[in-house]
Structure formats: structure tokens, C-alpha cells
């Protein structure tokens, strides 16, 4: 291992940061997330193998430790410090039979923490990382590397549970493994297609009402709505989103854009060719038009460098009527500040814009079935490949699906009218923790995980009916037809074009920060079109296009 420390330093070093990776957020229409996936595919986990042929029996009977390496989830920050003290990773441990050791890195250091432990060759048996788009070089430089285990051979022998639930779902097959048919992790995957929207604009319903003002569907529709939100309102920025790291960084997406044909990112168009959204004439458009709307202070004056708690306050306060966010951390966050202040007060998701009413929009926010986030590798050094196997298998099984879902019968959850239900410990927490920050004590189903993400959970988590209207409205795009599946670059590839999207990245922020802010012209779009091509934006979709025929050939 240690011979690769100076290599993988510098890759490090001249990819990782720079490194852009297409992971589509996942959507697939089938509601197999309603029932468990032994429910759909079998329990017992047989499969044509002989190897693989016998039924697991859990818990293990193992006297063995495993050692863990993963960050913490967002919900458990400031909640526990540490998996060893949380109800769920016991509950994991006690239904397996196998005992973990945890590592766990600094808050917001993953990567960091991952990069020193990988260089020093000292490597635990399991690593919940995004190899696919986090690792310079993707998942085939870190087998080739010797950093974590090319998992076909152990997924045939030891986990029959999610070989059984790949061969049923070969669109999620296709999704998990590399061009070159490695397995490298047991993936996190959204049973079903609702479980793949969750962000969009939305807007206070109770300004439009009283100011008799429909739902905005046009880009004319918003600009009316946005003045009457200003000028009878108040509303000193109207509209406003999250800018940082990147400026306007909720609208990559193309909640805005799309209307104007384009996204932030790359994109299939109508005639099946990869494009990039900055370098297209429907770019320049969607730039004119947030110049306009910032000039006119439609928009939060302090937009390029709005946090999440800028955001917080814009629309506590009611100076924010229109956003782009979430709906669990967005409506569910913000209701309650709103009902506190205006009892009438009201979000709801808006329809993405388009240009013509009755038009669909082009774009929007929907993630891949296969959500790289909390995939779990082996790590090619680990002694104890098929206990680790079996142990992330159960993830996949009738009873693990349970488990990583809704938790432990009778405390986290009870069975009512066949349907898994929240308890109050989750959704009334008597410690006054939010459910998001109490489902992370027993459950991984609202987060990420080796496990079938089930739609029964955001059945509940979305307690509120605008929330789930807002899924919804998002739903109803033309995304599947325009986003990138989640393709991967060779480790060559992936080394250049991190590199040429590091200066493309720099290019389209200073773009849109200054044409919009207005300290350039909306014409000096066609400059920055010209800077694209020197920067070898035409060697970037060459590789993104290689990338996509090597998917289609999975």
C-alpha cells in the first residue's frame, strides 16, 4: 500500500478538488419501494450459483471485530459523536452477530481524513465513501490501486440478497458496477421513483392568494410575481438561494435555466448530443433575464454570497417569498419560522419554469436509483472479506430492509394495517429533537446507506401535505429524456477532465456572477463562449460522450 502514497497524493492533489463526476439523482417508476425487496425478490437469497445457494441464517455466528471507517451523518452532528452510541449501529451489530469497530473522521473532513488514512496503508475491513465520484480516478483506480476489493466474486459467493435484487432491477445493475463490470461497493439505492425528487422552487401561497395572483408557471408569470412580492410585499429579496460555494449554487439543477433549454451542468439534448449549458445561446438568455430581475431588486442584493443561514433568515423574517430547496429541509424547516411569525403564512412547491404556458419544463432535479452517497466498499486488504460480505448483504434482506427503514419493532416503529408507522419516539421526540435528528438514532432510511431506500419512509418524514404536493409538482419534468445517467470516466479521463473542469467551473462563476451583478454586459456571454473553447471544452464532452457509450454498452 505505501508505494502508492506518493501516486495517490498527486492525484489528489491535481484531481480531487476539481474533479466533476455526472451522478443523476435517481428516479425509476416502479413502487417497489412500498414493499421490502426480499418481498419482491425472495427472501431466502438462493441464486443460480452453487456457492451462493445456501440460505444465511443471522446473526453470524462470528467472534470476530470488523473495523468501520465513515463519517457521521449530518442529522447525528451535535445528536452523538460517535456510531458506537447509536441505537441503530447496535441494533445492526446484534442482528448480524458481528461485532464493529468504528473510525470515525472529523465533521465535514471525510474526504481529508479518507485521503491520510488511504496514503498511510493502514485500512479498516469497510469504507462508506462516494468512490464514484470522490475518488480521482473513480472506482477502477482505487481496485487497481489495491484500495478496496473488486466485489463480483464475493457478491456471487456471500450475498445472495443483493444479487437476487440486482438480477431483478437490471437498470440499477447497470448503475452500481463499472464500464468494466466491477462491483466495488454495496451500493445505497431509491426503491422507487418518488424517493428521486425531492428539491424544486417554491413559493409563499399566502402572498399569492391575498395578492390574487396564480401559481407562477412562465419566466413572464415569475417576473410578475416577483414585483408584486416586492413592491406589495416588502419583500426586499424576493427571491434568493444559497450561492455558496458556488453562486447560485441551488439553481445548478436548472430550476431557472431550463426554461431557457439549458442546465448548469451537461445535458442531452433533443437530438441525443451532450451539450454544456454555459457555452449555449439558452445560457445567455437565463443570464439576461436574472440581470434584469437583479437590477430591478427583485432578487436578494447579497445573492453571491448567501449561505444557508442567510437563506434562514431571508425567509423567516418574510423578506424571501420565492427560493429553490428541498422539500424536508426546505418547507419542513421553514414552516414552522413562518407559522410562528404569520399563522397564515404558507410554502408550497412551484412548477419548474418554462417560457410558454403549458410547456414542460426541460430540467430539473431527480437523482440516480443508485445514489453513490453512503455505498459501502471492502477494502482489498481485509482479512475478513466474507463476513464483511454477509454483514452488508443483510442490508438487502426482508429483515435488514426493515431494520435500515424504520428500525426496531415496537420502539422505532409499529405495524399498523400491514404498514410500517413512525412511533412518537421518532416523530415527537420527548428529548425535543427534530424527527430528521431522531430517525438518525434508529434508522439510516433518511439518510444513506448498504440498503433499499423504502417510500414508506418519506411517506412520513414529509409530514406535511405541501410537502408531498411539492414532490409532486417536481415530478412533472422532462428530465429522464436531458440528464446524464451516472457515467464514469477511465482513470486517464477522469485525471484530465478534472483538470479542464477546473478552469470551465472558474469560468462559468465569474460569468454569471458578473452578468448578472452587472459588472459586465450580457454580451460578454460570447467571450466567455470563446474562453470555453481554449480551456478544451470540446476535449470535456469528447470524454463525457466516450463515458455515456461505455454505459449504454453495460
Not at 35 to 51: D, I
Not at 331 to 349: C, N, R, S
Not at 378 to 384: D, F, G, L, Q, V
Amino acid at each position: 500500500m505505501k508505494r502508492n502514497k506518493k501516486v495517490f497524493t498527486v492525484l489528489v492533489a491535481t484531481s480531487l478538488m476539481g474533479s466533476l463526476v455526472v451522478a443523476c439523482s435517481s428516479n425509476s417508476s416502479s413502487p417497489s419501494g412500498s414493499s421490502s425487496p426480499a418481498a419482491s425478490s425472495g427472501n431466502s437469497g438462493t441464486t443460480s450459483s452453487p456457492a451462493a445457494a445456501a440460505a444465511v441464517s443471522y446473526p453470524l455466528k462470528s467472534d470476530k471485530t470488523l473495523t468501520y471507517w465513515a463519517e457521521i451523518t449530518g442529522n447525528l452532528v451535535g445528536v452523538k459523536s460517535a456510531q458506537a452510541d447509536v441505537p441503530f449501529y447496535q441494533n445492526w451489530q446484534k442482528a448480524t452477530g458481528v461485532n464493529l469497530k468504528f473510525l470515525t473522521p472529523p465533521t465535514n473532513q471525510g474526504k481529508q481524513a479518507l485521503n491520510v488514512m488511504l496514503a498511510s496503508g493502514d485500512l479498516p475491513d469497510m469504507i462508506e465513501f462516494n468512490f464514484q465520484g470522490d475518488f480521482p480516478g473513480g472506482p477502477e483506480k482505487a481496485i487497481k490501486d489495491g484500495y478496496i476489493l473488486k466485489l463480483n466474486d464475493a457478491i456471487d459467493k456471500y450475498a445472495p440478497n443483493l444479487k437476487k435484487y440486482l438480477k431483478e432491477h437490471p437498470d440499477v445493475d447497470k448503475q452500481v458496477k463499472t464500464d468494466n463490470g466491477s462491483y466495488y461497493v454495496f451500493p445505497f439505492i431509491r426503491g422507487d421513483d418518488y424517493l428521486r425528487v425531492f428539491q424544486g422552487p417554491i413559493i409563499r401561497k399566502d402572498w399569492l392568494d391575498e395578492l390574487g395572483l396564480p401559481v407562477p408557471e412562465t419566466i413572464d408569470d415569475w417576473y410578475t410575481t416577483l414585483k408584486a412580492f416586492k413592491e406589495k410585499k416588502g419583500a426586499t429579496a424576493a427571491f434568493s438561494v444559497v450561492s455558496v460555494p458556488r453562486p447560485f449554487n441551488e439553481l445548478a439543477n436548472g430550476a431557472f435555466a431550463s426554461a431557457f433549454g439549458v442546465t448548469r451542468d451537461f445535458f442531452i439534448d433533443d437530438k441525443g448530443a451532450i451539450k454544456f449549458g454555459p457555452a449555449e445561446k439558452g445560457y445567455k438568455d437565463f443570464l439576461a433575464t436574472f440581470h434584469k430581475w437583479y437590477e430591478e431588486g427583485l432578487i436578494d442584493k447579497n445573492f453571491a454570497t448567501a449561505d444557508s443561514k442567510a437563506l434562514d433568515a431571508n425567509i423567516a423574517s418574510g423578506a424571501t417569498g420565492v427560493t429553490v430547496q428541498n422539500a424536508g429541509g426546505g418547507i419542513g424547516k421553514w414552516q414552522p419560522l413562518i407559522t410562528a411569525k404569520d399563522p397564515k403564512g404558507v410554502l408550497v412547491g412551484a412548477p419548474y419554469p418554462v417560457l410558454k404556458k403549458g410547456d414542460i419544463a426541460m430540467y430539473s432535479q431527480k437523482d440516480p436509483a443508485n445514489a453513490p452517497g453512503g455505498s459501502v466498499a471492502i477494502t482489498a486488504s481485509s482479512k475478513n472479506i466474507e463476513t464483511a460480505t454477509r454483514l452488508l448483504d443483510y442490508g438487502y434482506s426482508e429483515e435488514g430492509h426493515m431494520l435500515f427503514n424504520f428500525g426496531t419493532a415496537g420502539v422505532s416503529y409499529n405495524m399498523e394495517n400491514n404498514y410500517p408507522k413512525y412511533t412518537d419516539l421518532l416523530m415527537k421526540n420527548p428529548d425535543k429533537l427534530a424527527p430528521a435528528q431522531a430517525m438518525a438514532l434508529y434508522i439510516r432510511g433518511n439518510h444513506n446507506g448498504p440498503f433499499v431506500q423504502d417510500k414508506r419512509y418519506i411517506e412520513q418524514y414529509l409530514a406535511l401535505q405541501t410537502q408531498r404536493d411539492a414532490v409532486t409538482t417536481w415530478s412533472k419534468t422532462d428530465v429522464d429524456k436531458h440528464k446524464l445517467p451516472p457515467i464514469t470516466a477511465t482513470p486517464e479521463e477522469s485525471t484530465e477532465l478534472a483538470k479542464i473542469m477546473t478552469d470551465i467551473d472558474t469560468l462559468v462563476d465569474e460569468m454569471t456572477l458578473k452578468i448578472i451583478l452587472g459588472t459586465e454586459p450580457v454580451d460578454a456571454f460570447d467571450k466567455y463562449v470563446e474562453k470555453f473553447k481554449s480551456v478544451k471544452l470540446d476535449r470535456a464532452i469528447e470524454i463525457k460522450k466516450a463515458s455515456l457509450d461505455r454505459y449504454n454498452k453495460r
